[in-house]
């Protein structure tokens, strides 16, 4: 069936390290990957994304890695700061064009100064 | 930077009674979403819209729901017999296109059924 989820609920990081989100899906015809970043009271913010043609994106202190072997995606943040604090999820459109996104339950970034 | 605007930012209603959620897409997307979210849970999928009709919707999006574009600027989610557990925040998104683009999200609707 369809499912994305993620590994763990809350990460706790020192603020100045990296941090590290995990995320399994489970459609191998999955094509299309997407993170966002959701604040408190505020919409999913969009992050990056990635093609399943690719296995690795960078952006503004953030990498999304992607292993379709294990059916695996993490998002990397380089020098997590207090701002970064937030719920993370990652989304999985599964290939058609209706745009459908499927979300992880989402993992909670805090960030300790 | 252009963003997606929702109104109201909460909604609170009796139940039984008819809501609509509105909706301003940012300008030259073409495809429109609604998405819902429950206290503390994930976003789930409610439907997708292009080209002045449905192009998928999810098991949640039952008869009582509708969606409608009824100008060239605004999107729209009707619900018309409001439920209890229709009490969620409701997100609207846009891409500009469909199939693999990002979807921008507005802040969202807080609908309260009582």
């Known amino acids: 069936g369809e499912s994305v989820g993620l590994h763990l609920p809350t990460l706790s990081v020192q603020e100045g390290d990296n941090s590290i989100i995990n995320c399994a899906y489970s459609?191998?015809?999955?094509?299309?990957f997407i993170w966002y970043k959701q604040e408190s009271g505020k919409g999913p913010q969009f992050i990056i994304d990635?093609?399943?043609?690719?296995d690795k994106r960078q952006g503004q202190r953030v990498t999304v890695l992607l292993n379709k072997t294990v059916k695996h995606l993490s998002l990397q943040i380089a020098a997590t700061q207090p701002g970064d604090s937030a719920v993370y999820f990652c989304?999985?459109?599964?290939?058609?064009?209706?745009?459908?996104?499927?979300f992880g339950q989402g993992t909670t970034l805090q960030v300790k100064p | 930077e252009p963003e997606v605007t929702q109104t109201p930012s909460h909604q609170v209603t009796q139940m039984g009674q008819e809501v609509i959620l509105r909706c301003v897409p940012i300008?030259?997307?073409?495809?429109f979403y609604w998405y819902r979210q429950i206290l503390g849970q994930k976003v789930e999928f409610l439907v997708s819209?292009?080209?002045?009709?449905?192009?998928?919707k999810s098991e949640i999006f039952d008869d009582q729901f509708s969606v409608e574009r009824p100008d060239g600027s605004n999107f729209t989610l009707k619900i018309r017999s409001t439920k209890l557990e229709d009490s969620a925040m409701y997100f609207c998104?846009?891409?500009?296109?469909?199939?693999?683009?990002?979807?921008?999200f507005g802040d969202g609707t807080r609908l309260s059924i009582l």
């Open positions: 300008s030259n997307h073409l495809y």
């Open positions: 459609n191998s015809a999955s094509d299309y």
């Open positions: 819209f292009y080209n002045n009709e449905i192009s998928e």
């Open positions: 998104a846009s891409s500009r296109t469909g199939g693999n683009q990002p979807q921008h």
């Open positions: 989304a999985e459109n599964s290939g058609g064009n209706t745009g459908k996104l499927i």
């Open positions: 990635i093609r399943s043609n690719m």
